[in-house]
């Protein structure tokens, strides 16, 4: 009988021919994702590589050999990049806003995740899906939906419904935003405060404060990343609310029926924030949320040099991207083109609120 590193290192050689096929494939769709994203500013690689990964598995081209490769380690991917994500963040970039303008991003943050999840449920979608819609429209578009979609256990229809209304409606508020911003009357700084505040990827609030010049640009940018610093906070209340229903739930099993259980076209693991029999409860703070505010307290710091940030930066896209490659691949269309319409009218309506109530803000700020 061979030791048993040999045996180890025969199977790690195993599995890696098995992941290979797969690998090669995700990495072609990354690397597609990132040229066409760089080409255009509506639709960023993240959702470019959700496209790619869609149209991957729905094909007859999806065989068994990719599918390893392509799945394995999705969710750990997704993770990752929203870990690196703080690396964009500088604190006192952000506290140099000013009180006023801090208050005004967390209370649009607050007030379009809780409307927008409240829409979310009355409308029929799962709790799971209603809090992906609201993170991602109230925080950081795609990055928050991956960030948030393991903590309340979400299928992949759900988020690639909320990813695809998150490209649709910010897609729209670049053509719509300056033309308002230019009947209104607004000045650079309080437009560039308006689209940071209103627009759901950062990608769309350069796209649509660059109109308006390089001050409104960089007033929008620095508002932007002050909510999607409100990630943290977000992912470790939204854990603490699926741990205390899984807490409710251990004694008796889930409820069949119940007001968090799947509503037309749920998941089919059951419902959100369920922990299977013997498993265990979601953690209090997931661990991604503390790695991303450690990388948040580096940047701020000031000691990294510009190449690093730069990688980082990078980086982030990358394994964001190929994460969202994976997750594409696991996407059944026809199911998710039964529940899209329930989305479109959430994401409709969690726009206008948005849009709306952060005007008001600025306007009364001003």
């Not at 639709?43 to 390893?68: D, E, F, K, Q």
């Not at 649009?108 to 409307?115: Q, W």
């Not at 609201?134 to 988020?159: H, M, N, P, R, Y």
């Not at 940018?221 to 251990?250: D, N, Q």
Request: proline share 5%.
């Amino acid at each position: 009988m061979p030791p048993a590193p040999s045996g180890r290192a025969s199977a790690c050689r195993i599995r890696a021919r098995s992941l290979a096929p797969g690998l090669a494939v995700v990495a072609a769709g990354v690397a597609v994702a990132l040229w066409v994203g760089s080409l255009q500013s509506v639709l960023g690689p993240l959702v470019v590589a959700l496209v790619l990964g869609i149209l991957l598995g729905n094909s007859g081209r999806y065989t068994p050999a990719l599918r390893p490769g392509v799945t394995t380690g999705t969710k750990k991917l997704l993770r990752a990049g929203v870990v690196l994500l703080g690396l964009q963040l500088a604190l006192p970039d952000i506290v140099a806003l000013g009180l006023p303008v801090l208050g005004l991003i967390v209370a649009c943050v607050a007030l379009s995740y809780v409307l927008t999840l409240h829409l979310g449920l009355r409308l029929g979608l799962t709790r799971a899906g209603a809090t992906l819609m609201a993170a991602g429209f109230s925080i950081c578009g795609a990055s928050a939906i991956a960030g948030l979609q393991g903590v309340v256990d979400a299928d992949d229809d759900e988020t690639a419904g909320a990813v695809a209304m998150v490209t649709l409606y910010g897609s729209l508020m670049i053509a719509v935003l300056p033309l308002l911003g230019g009947l209104l009357g607004l000045g650079e700084d309080r437009f560039g405060l308006w689209a940071g505040l209103a627009v759901h990827e950062v990608a769309q609030v350069v796209a649509v404060a660059g109109t308006a010049g390089a001050a409104a640009l960089a007033v929008a940018t620095v508002v932007k990343l002050g909510r999607v610093l409100m990630l943290a906070p977000v992912a470790a209340v939204a854990s603490l609310g699926e741990r205390r229903r899984a807490a409710a739930r251990s004694g008796s099993g889930p409820q069949a029926g119940s007001a968090d259980g799947p509503v037309g076209g749920g998941s089919p693991k059951g419902t959100a924030g369920t922990v299977p029999r013997g498993g265990s409860r979601p953690p209090v703070v997931p661990l991604f949320v503390l790695g991303f505010l450690a990388l948040v307290a580096v940047r701020s710091l000031g000691i990294l040099p510009d190449a690093v940030l730069d990688g980082g930066r990078t980086l982030t896209t990358v394994l964001l991207a190929a994460g969202m490659f994976g997750l594409g691949a696991g996407i059944d269309v026809r199911r998710l083109a039964r529940t899209g319409g329930r989305f479109a009218v959430v994401g409709a309506l969690s726009t206008a609120l948005l849009a709306g109530g952060s005007l008001l803000g600025v306007l009364l700020l001003a």
